[in-house]
């Protein structure tokens, strides 16, 4: 891509950051370390890389996307919204009584979400079906799916994963978002899943790392993935949970909290700043 068009990107995950903090300050509630990690991840898909068309969200011939780890909802509304699923004033809605924006994904509720998720590692088995449903039709709809490294945790997701290799799904590309932190502090702690990557491999996975935040290293991965045959992909994407926010950076504190009035005044100026910047420059 050109410079234009990664500072377009760059603008565009900024505003998904800036509309997950505003979500989960509205909202009293959420998670907004996981959905800042995530959102360079959410803006190449939906900005560059899926077939997806706003207008008619239920095409039977769209690109799935499925957040298996549910609880970054925030960072998946803030990108759609800005697609154009739906107005960006949802956002400051989220979790109200009523709202379409809940504390996790609903495909029933909300235009553009594919899978109602919520329970960890689930998200992963549907996106294996939808892979094996397409396969089944002779459909050339990619699926791609978002994993959180403490969701990996979770047995079924290589239960899942020896399925999409038994099944030879490669139209299916799973994304580890690897920040290295979960609610009850560092990933390696709690459970040490390492070697991820050999782990995929092990499964039968065409594996790459990469850092998450780089579209240089998004695209490259992503274009890597479509040329693969006969095995999923998986992409570690290396990121910095709550990016962008000076206070909640690498604090696994801020995986499922509000901010408070001037947490919230200090995260926007943070933001803004960068906003500016990129698009003074």
Known sequence: ??????????????KVRLGAIEGV??????????????????TYLYFREMRVDPANPGDENRDRFVLSKGHSAPGLYAALALKGYFPMEEISRLRRIGAMLQGHPDMKGTPGVDMSTGSLGQGFSAACGMALAGKM???DYRVFTLLGDGEIEEGEIWEAAMFAAHHRLDHLCVIV????LQI??????VAGPAPIDEKFRAFGFDVQTIDGHSFDEIEKALNHAKTVRGNPCAILAKTVKG??????????????????DEQYAVARNDL??????????
């Open 272 to 281: 803004n700043k960068i906003l500016r910047r990129l698009e003074a420059e």
């Open 184 to 189: 009850d502090g560092s990933v390696e702690e």
């Open 1 to 14: 891509m050109n410079a234009a068009e990664k500072k377009k990107l760059q603008i565009l995950a900024c």
């Open 243 to 260: 990016k962008g926010v000076s206070f909640m950076e690498n604090q696994a504190g801020w995986h499922g909290k509000a901010p408070n």
């Open 177 to 180: 978002d690897n920040n290295g």
């Open 25 to 42: 300050y509205r909202a009293k509630s959420g998670h907004p370390g996981g959905s800042l990690s995530a959102a360079d991840l959410f």
């Open 137 to 139: 039709d002779r459909r």
